[in-house]
């Protein structure tokens, strides 16, 4: 059974920095390119971040490049994304995902989410 179990998530100020955390089990986490997607209050789910199988290829969505940072550890199946410079518009809950078409949010399997807390 797959199992994408995230933790990391918080309240903090713009500006502020959080890191989020991935852990899963169930697959062979290393054959699998991760992404991350999130779903702000009132809105569709948002495609984020994907990083290859081996970590050596990542990609962001424009609304996060250069802010965000995804990361992977094979050795302990676990997914991360740092998140810099956070914005108020950031704030949404922040699932972990595999099996997801392409740079969109729609996937087989995401964890239960984190929520991401952006205010003053």
């Known amino acids: 059974e797959v199992r994408l179990v995230e933790s990391g998530g918080g309240l903090v100020q713009p500006g502020g920095s959080l890191r989020l955390s991935c852990a899963a089990s169930?697959?062979?986490?290393?054959?699998?390119?991760m992404s991350w997607v999130r779903q702000a209050p009132g809105k569709g789910l948002e495609w984020v971040s994907t990083?290859?199988?081996?970590?050596?290829?990542?990609y962001y969505a424009d609304s996060v490049k250069g802010r965000f940072t995804i990361s992977r550890d094979n050795a302990k199946n676990t997914l991360y994304l740092q998140l810099n410079s956070l914005k108020t518009e950031d704030t949404a809950i922040y699932y972990c995902?595999?099996?997801?078409?392409?740079?969109?949010?729609?996937?087989?399997?995401r964890g239960q989410g984190t929520q991401v807390t952006v205010s003053s």
């Open positions: 990083i290859t199988t081996g970590g050596g290829s990542t």
């Open positions: 169930g697959f062979a986490f290393s054959n699998y390119a």
């Open positions: 995902a595999k099996d997801c078409q392409w740079l969109l949010p729609q996937c087989v399997s």
